[in-house]
């Protein structure tokens, strides 16, 4: 789930305390799924208000503690970036949902699928609106993820919705918050600092409804809510700062341990099948992410 242009990194070389921010921030995106199963008798809506809501607190937190809320009083005042944070906040929150569909209907392994398939496709975007030139290379590690979704459409009898959905918003996501002109801390809190309003409405609406879950369904499952906000905020911003400390080389390799764990998870702990055109797609994605890691190490080499 990492966004590798939004934040600057180093290329002077890695850093001990740069590894171990970004190796943490992997770890917790890739138990995530497993805090948020725990949330199958809450409303999906509900756990979304829940995550924007209680991450303000958290963002400001760190912001203060960093000396960063300048930035973000800027941006509060300024049209034009509420506007591009509005696009990006929707896009997350697309992501959010879809994710957290994933796993409340059991569909983890197509979520681990997205984000394997997302380096690839943030490729693609940067070929299409940006004129970068694919190398050979690029450009079959692309048409093999390409004949990945091919092979699991034919067996479907229809596309594989959410590991698009998921590659197609977080890919968008990074690619419109690079325009962003503040550091990736401040663009995610005045990201969930937009989204709070709607949040808040959504649950004064469902309390009103007796439909709320938290406050009514036992202090463990409200402390899991509020926890929502910590598992949210915490690894976006770990990863923002540890990312400055590494090299795109590093940050190029590490970017799969999120996949890679979430498809544990899935196999492991959820207990999903894996078998038919999956046993097919997936190594035909894992061979597409080798070429198009070796290629972009030997490019920047």
């Known amino acids: 789930m990492a966004v590798e242009a939004e934040t600057g990194l180093a290329e002077e070389g890695d850093s001990l305390k740069g590894f171990l ?21 809450v409303g999906l809506v ?27 009083r800027r941006a509060l005042v300024s049209p034009r970036l509420l ?11 697309v992501n959010w949902g879809v994710y957290l569909y994933a796993i ?3 569909q983890v392994l197509d979520a681990a699928l997205g984000y394997y398939i997302n380096p690839l496709f943030s490729v693609f975007l940067a070929a299409v609106f940006l004129r970068e030139r694919l190398s050979l290379w690029q450009g079959l590690a692309v048409a093999l993820a390409v004949a990945a979704v091919v092979v699991l459409t034919v067996e479907a009898g229809r596309l594989p919705l959410i590991s698009l959905a998921l590659t197609g918003s977080w890919g968008l996501y990074a690619f419109f918050k690079r325009a962003l002109p503040i550091g990736p801390n401040q663009g995610f ?13 959504y649950l004064a609406w469902l309390w009103s409804q007796g439909s709320m879950s938290f406050g009514y369904a036992g202090a463990g499952l409200t402390a899991l809510l509020m926890g ?19 090299t795109l080389s590093t940050m190029a390799l590490m970017q799969y341990i999120v ?3 979430v498809f544990l998870a899935a196999v492991w702990v959820f207990g ?30």
Not at 21 to 40: E, M, N, Q, V
């Open 83 to 93: 506007a591009m944070a509005g696009l990006t906040a929707m896009l997350v929150t």
């Open 21 to 41: 921010l970004a190796l943490s921030a992997y770890l917790l995106w890739g138990i995530l799924p497993l805090y948020l199963s725990l949330f199958d008798s």
């Open 259 to 261: 996949p890679t764990l």
């Open 46 to 72: 509900e756990v979304l208000a829940h995550r924007v809501i209680w991450s303000v607190p958290v963002a400001l937190m760190i912001l203060l503690g960093l000396g960063r809320t300048g930035d973000l």
């Open 228 to 246: 929502a906000g910590v598992i949210t905020a915490v690894p976006l911003m770990l990863y923002a700062n540890g990312a400055k400390r590494l």
């Open 272 to 301: 999903e099948t894996f078998d038919g055109a999956k046993l097919i797609a997936f190594p035909m994605i894992w061979a597409a992410l080798v070429v198009y890691t070796i290629d972009t190490l030997r490019r920047r080499r």
């Open 189 to 201: 809190t005045l990201e969930v600092i937009l989204l709070s309003p709607v949040a808040l409405a």
């Open 104 to 106: 409340q209907t059991d």
